[in-house]
C-alpha cells in the first residue's frame, strides 16, 4: 500500500494533477501506512488553504499520535493551530483526537485544557481523557472522571480496570471488575484483568479468571500461554496452546517466543515448522523469535535457512529482524556477515547497537567493539545498561583496563545506575590485570549487593595471580554469604579446591570438595554442539 501511494504521488507530480480529491484520498492513504511526513507534505504543498476540509485534520491527528512522542506531536501542534484558525477546533471528531493525541504523547495537561474547553463531549471523548490518565498511571484523576462521567460504555470500564492493573494494583482492579454491570462485561473487560493478573505473575488468581470466562479471545488464550512460560511452567503454557481451538498468528508468536526465551530453541523450531505445516503465515515478530532460537543453538546453516526464508516471503524486516540476524550471524560464527548487515541499516535502534558491539566483544575485536561504541555515543541511540555490560566486556577480554574505568566511572552521564552485573564485569577486569587489592575494595562498597558470582570471580583471579592471601580472605566473605546456606555455585568450591591444591594444601582441598558433594553439588558438564548431515548432536564432556 505504502508502494502504491509513493508511486501515485509520483504520477500525480508529473501530470501536474490538479484534482483535489485525489490529492485528499493520497493524504488518507499516507496516513494510514504511517507515513506521517509524506502525509503532513501532502497536505501542506498539494492543498491550497481554502480546500483544507474537516476530515482530513482527524486523519493527520490520528497519524500523529500513533508516532514518536515529539515528531508526532509537533505536526499535532500544527495541526491544533489549523483548526483553531478555521473553526474546526469546536468540532466533536477534531476535539476528541486532540485530547486522544495529547494524551498518547504524555501532556495530559494540555489534553485535559482541549477536553474542558469542548463545547460538546461523548463518551468517546471522555474515554480517550480517561485512558490517558489510566496510561500515566494517574488513577485518582482517572476515578475522578469516570464519577463524573454521564453515561459508560464497556470500553469505559476495561479502560479502568486497565489503568489499575498496569499499576500493578489488582485488588482495586479486581473490585471494580466485580462492580461491572453484566451487560458491560465483554471479553476485552475479562481479557484485562487476566493479563493483569498474569502480569502480577499470579496465574492461579489469572487461570481462575480464565476458566470463568464465558467466551474467550486469542489475545487472553496468548496471554495464558506468556505467563505460563514466564512462570517457568513449559508443560502448562503448552497444554494451554494446545487447548486452543484453532490457533492464529498471534498464539503461534507467544509459544515460538515462549520457548525460545527460556532457552528451549529445538522446540521453538520446531513449533515453528508447525506453525508452517498448519498454513499460518509468519510475521516478523516471528521471524526475530526463530532466529534467536537459531542463535542459541549457533546452528548457522539454520540460520541461513530461516533468513533465506525472510527474503523469499518479504516479510518485514523491521529493527527487531534486522537485530536478529546480526545477532545470530554472530552467535553463529559468521561475523563477517552481520557486520555486513548492520553497516546496510538505515535506521539503528539501542538493541541493534548492542548486538554488535556484543559481537565484537565476544569475537575478541575488543578494539573494534570500543570504536562502536564511541560511534554510538556520537549518533542518536544513547548507551543503556546493556551496552555499557558489552562495552565493559570488550573492555575486560582486551585488557583494556583505563578505558573499563573511565567508562565504568561515566555511568551518570548516560544516566544508568550500575547494577551487580556490571560491577561483576568491573572486578574481573581489574582481577585479569592483577589490581586485585583494588577489585576487593570495589566489591566491599558496591552500591548494590555483592553476590556469590562477583566473589567467585575474584577468587578466580586469585588463583591465576597465585594470591593466596587474598583467596583466603575471599573465601571468608564467601562463608559469610553463605553463612544460613550452602553455596550451590560449583565453580567457587572447584575454584577454591583447586587454589588449595596448587599451594599444597591437600587436606584442605578435600575437605572443599567432600563439602560440595555432601551439599549435593555436582559440576556443571561442558557441552559442545556438532552438526551432521543426519542431525544436530550434542556431546556432553564430564570430569
Known amino acids: 500500500m505504502a508502494a502504491r501511494a509513493k508511486q501515485l504521488h509520483a504520477h500525480y507530480l508529473a501530470a501536474g494533477c490538479g484534482d483535489l480529491e485525489r490529492w485528499a484520498r493520497l493524504v488518507k492513504e499516507y496516513a494510514a501506512n504511517s507515513f506521517l511526513r509524506h502525509a503532513a507534505l501532502v497536505y501542506s504543498k498539494n492543498l491550497p488553504r481554502q480546500t483544507h476540509h474537516l476530515p482530513l485534520i482527524p486523519v493527520l491527528l490520528k497519524a500523529a499520535a500513533s508516532r514518536p512522542r515529539w515528531p508526532g506531536l509537533s505536526l499535532g501542534r500544527s495541526l491544533h493551530a489549523e483548526a483553531i484558525k478555521v473553526a474546526f477546533d469546536s468540532d466533536l471528531l477534531v476535539g476528541t483526537t486532540l485530547v486522544s493525541m495529547y494524551c498518547k504523547g504524555g501532556l495530559l495537561a494540555d489534553a485535559r485544557v482541549m477536553f474542558d474547553g469542548m463545547p460538546d463531549r461523548n463518551a468517546v471523548t471522555c474515554n480517550a481523557m480517561l485512558d490517558g490518565y489510566a496510561a500515566a498511571g494517574d488513577m485518582g484523576q482517572a476515578e475522578a472522571l469516570f464519577v463524573r462521567m454521564g453515561s459508560w460504555t464497556p470500553v469505559t470500564w476495561a479502560t479502568l480496570i486497565r489503568g489499575f492493573a498496569d499499576k500493578g494494583d489488582m485488588e482495586e482492579a479486581r473490585r471494580w471488575f466485580g462492580v461491572t454491570p453484566v451487560g458491560m462485561r465483554t471479553v476485552v473487560t475479562w481479557t484485562v484483568l487476566v493479563q493483569g493478573f498474569v502480569a502480577a505473575g499470579d496465574m492461579e488468581a489469572a487461570r481462575e479468571l480464565f476458566d470463568a470466562m464465558p467466551a474467550r479471545n486469542a489475545f487472553v488464550w496468548s496471554s495464558m500461554v506468556t505467563g505460563y512460560f514466564k512462570a517457568g511452567n513449559t508443560d502448562e503454557a503448552r497444554a494451554m496452546f494446545d487447548r486452543i481451538p484453532v490457533p492464529n498468528l498471534v498464539n503461534w508468536n507467544a509459544l515460538i517466543a515462549g520457548y525460545a526465551q527460556i532457552g528451549c530453541s529445538e522446540k521453538a523450531l520446531q513449533s515453528f ?3 508452517l505445516e498448519d498454513r499460518v503465515k509468519p510475521d516478523e515478530f516471528t521471524m526475530s523469535s526463530v532466529l ?8 548457522l546453516e539454520q540460520g541461513r535457512k530461516v533468513h533465506e526464508f525472510i527474503n523469499q516471503k518479504h516479510i518485514l524486516k523491521n529493527p527487531f529482524v534486522l537485530n536478529g540476524l546480526v545477532d545470530m550471524y554472530a552467535k553463529c560464527g559468521d561475523l563477517a556477515y552481520a557486520w555486513q548487515i548492520f553497516d546496510s541499516m538505515q535506521r539503528r535502534n539501542t538493541e541493534c547497537w548492542n548486538s554488535m558491539i556484543s559481537a565484537l566483544a565476544s569475537h575478541g575485536q575488543s578494539d573494534e567493539a570500543i570504536q562502536l561504541f564511541s560511534q554510538m555515543e556520537c549518533s542518536k541511540q544513547k548507551p543503556d545498561g546493556v551496552t555499557l555490560l558489552a562495552v565493559l566486556g570488550a573492555c575486560t577480554h582486551g585488557g583494556f583496563v583505563e578505558e573499563g574505568l573511565r567508562i565504568f566511572n561515566s ?5 544508568v545506575v550500575a547494577g551487580v552485573e556490571h560491577y561483576g564485569c568491573l572486578v574481573d577486569l581489574l582481577g585479569r590485570a592483577g589490581r586485585l587489592e583494588e577489585a576487593y575494595v570495589i566489591v566491599k562498597n558496591m552500591a548494590v549487593e555483592s553476590n556469590e558470582v562477583i566473589w567467585g570471580a575474584l577468587l578466580g583471579a586469585c588463583r ?16 559469610q554469604l553463605h553463612s544460613d546456606h550452602a553455596s550451590t555455585n560449583d565453580a567457587e568450591y572447584i575454584t577454591l579446591s583447586n587454589i588449595l591444591a596448587e599451594s599444597e594444601r591437600w587436606e584442605q582441598a578435600e575437605r572443599v570438595r567432600r563439602k560440595m558433594a555432601s551439599h549435593g553439588v555436582e559440576k556443571t558438564p561442558g557441552c559442545s554442539s556438532v552438526e551432521l548431515d543426519i542431525s544436530e548432536n550434542k556431546l556432553y564432556c564430564r570430569q
Open 273 to 275: 515448522y508447525a506453525m
Open 292 to 299: 534467536s532460537a537459531c542463535a542459541q543453538i549457533g546452528s
Open 411 to 415: 555511568f551518570s552521564v548516560y544516566r
Open 464 to 479: 591465576v595471580h597465585a594470591n593466596r592471601e587474598m583467596s583466603e580472605r575471599v573465601s571468608n566473605e564467601i562463608n
